[in-house]
């Protein structure tokens, strides 16, 4: 039995082969007429393939590239009013929250002509999650809203220079470059810190990070364990160094009427029609 099987197969292999291959009777003909063509109009034939299949790959790079950054990260310290935030920007009502331990998206639909519908994502501020989310989305960043406490702010602003200090130096943020915005939230309370000082004592205070962290630097490019050296070298620190553009703005998601009334959005929500 086993003889007679092993025989038939060995008989119904040229077949198969010939079955296989629908192209043979054009191959020869194709040949000989490539053989009577300058080679002029051969060299013309492959920098045409190279041309198209070039164009393909960037049109698909250029293509994914524009579509996986469409990400508006909520970040900042504990308390800082994201997950409020978050809520007012999405539904605009108020709503009673408690400290987040994972990450929370939905899409949100830009105020502007064009409308554009981002995710929005709101990321935990608790020390022990922060980075792990941030290195989790950092790549899909349209834009980052980085929230501060501004009634706050004097208390915390080593803590907030800290993790912004970390997340402008990152390598795939300065890299990519996205909107940063920094909401000075809770501006109902009468002592909270206008945006301006707030960005005055934080350029002073990652400063003087920049100090203290850069001794780690060695690399020639400025660059090691993925961060960068923040903004220029010899001049004091400022916003405008950066590759990507940093803006103040004065937020209230809890509105001056309190749970009532409207959130005091208008400026970072025409922040977010600009992306
Ligand atoms: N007065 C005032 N309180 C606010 C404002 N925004 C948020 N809050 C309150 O601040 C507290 C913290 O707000 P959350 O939105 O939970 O803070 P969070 O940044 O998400 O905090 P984590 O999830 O722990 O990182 C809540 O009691 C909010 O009601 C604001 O603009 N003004
Ligand atoms: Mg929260």
Known sequence: IEADSTGSSMEEKPD?????????PYIEPLR?????????????????LAVVISSCVFLKYFLSSKTVRSAVLLVGL??????????????????????????????????????????LIDLPGHESLRSQYLEKFKSTARAIV??????????????????????????????????????????????????????QQLEKELNT????RSAALSSQDGSIGGSMYLGKKGKDFEFGQLSMKVEFVEC????????????????????????
């Open 209 to 212: 990070l920049r100090v203290t």
């Open 32 to 48: 000989r007429q490539l053989e009577n063509q300058e080679p002029v109009f051969l060299i013309g034939v492959i920098v045409a």
């Open 146 to 199: 980085f929230v501060v406490d501004s009634a706050i702010f004097q208390k915390e602003v080593r803590d907030v220079a800290e993790f912004l200090y970390d997340l402008l130096t990152d390598i795939v943020i300065s890299r990519n470059a996205p909107a940063i915005i920094v909401a000075c939230n809770k501006q109902d309370i009468t002592m909270a810190k206008s945006a301006k000082l707030i960005q």
């Open 252 to 275: 209230s998601a809890r509105g001056s009427k309190s749970e009532d009334g409207d959130a005091e959005l208008e400026r970072l929500e025409k922040c977010l029609a600009k992306l």
């Open 78 to 119: 504990c308390d800082s009013g994201k997950t409020l935030l978050f809520c007012r920007l999405l539904s605009g009502k108020f709503k009673r929250t408690q400290t987040s331990i994972t990450d929370s998206s939905a899409p949100y639909k830009a105020k502007s002509d064009r409308g554009s519908t981002w995710t």
């Open 16 to 24: 198969v082969e010939m079955a296989e291959n629908p192209f043979e």
